[in-house]
């Protein structure tokens, strides 16, 4: 089954819903993108990479990283402030041996003007960290997570997942609390009370590395967006 809210009617339906955000409300899937169309892995937009390919096949979103860039990201139609994100994520073999130490695999909320909040899995390290990026491209680390069994290794399939909700009640009102897991094991959990700074309403998936990212390549498929359940 494909979820899916496109033009005003997803708008409309974002407006309502972020009315009802907290950290701990049930959720509400409104968009799911398997990639297994043409049609369906046309609809990412490049977000971020100044040299990025991307392509295909019948299950998923290709991308790999050019030269002289570090990330290569792509947003979904979906846009909104406390949304959850979720993908599958494999770092393909395609990928040089030099740069796949550094790889990441990413997944990114709240993206506008170079700001944002990413969740990144280095499938090579086992690592995965929760960083938060400003428009004058400065980076804050707010969890750091190692040796997470639940990262896998090149060309594996890596179930990831990022939230980020504004609370509507408690001490914590008007914060915003940021969860990230991999498979079902949580990596990070946060709640940042400058979410103010992060005023972009952009959610997409990504790939890159620390260093010498060309050629990093990455697939993805079956992203899938929910929101708060206003009920």
């Known amino acids: ?3 899916r809210f496109t033009g005003m009617a997803l708008a409309a339906t974002l407006a309502v819903l972020a009315l009802a955000g ?14 297994e169309t043409a049609g369906q892995r046309r609809e990412p937009v490049k977000l971020s990479g100044e040299r990025c390919g991307r392509g295909g096949s019948d299950h998923a979103f290709r991308v790999v990283v050019g030269k002289r860039t570090t990330e290569c990201s792509y947003r979904t139609i979906v846009l909104g402030r406390d949304l959850e994100i979720s993908a599958t994520a494999r770092l393909l073999a395609d990928t040089p041996k030099r740069a796949r130490e550094k790889a990441y695999l990413a997944l990114t909320l709240r993206s506008g003007e170079g700001a944002r909040y990413q969740l990144l899995a280095y499938p090579l ?3 995965a960290q929760l960083r938060k990026t400003f428009t004058d491209d400065s980076v804050e680390y707010l969890r750091i997570a190692k040796n997470v069994r639940a990262i896998k290794g090149v060309d594996k399939a890596n179930k990831l997942r990022l939230r980020a909700f504004n609370m509507t009640a408690g001490p914590d009102k008007g914060h915003c609390r940021i969860l990230a897991y991999v ?4 990596v990070a959990d946060f709640t940042d009370r400058a979410a103010g700074d992060l005023q972009g309403r952009a959610s997409a998936f990504g790939v890159g590395a620390t260093r010498k990212a060309k050629g990093t390549a990455a697939s993805f498929d079956d992203v899938v967006i929910r929101v708060p359940n206003p009920s």
Do not use: E, H, P
Not at 22 to 35: D, E, H, T
């Open 22 to 35: 907290s950290a701990g409300a049930a959720l509400i899937g409104i968009y799911r993108n398997g990639m």
């Open 1 to 3: 089954m494909r979820l």
């Open 125 to 127: 390290q086992r690592k």
């Open 183 to 186: 498979g079902k094991v949580l």
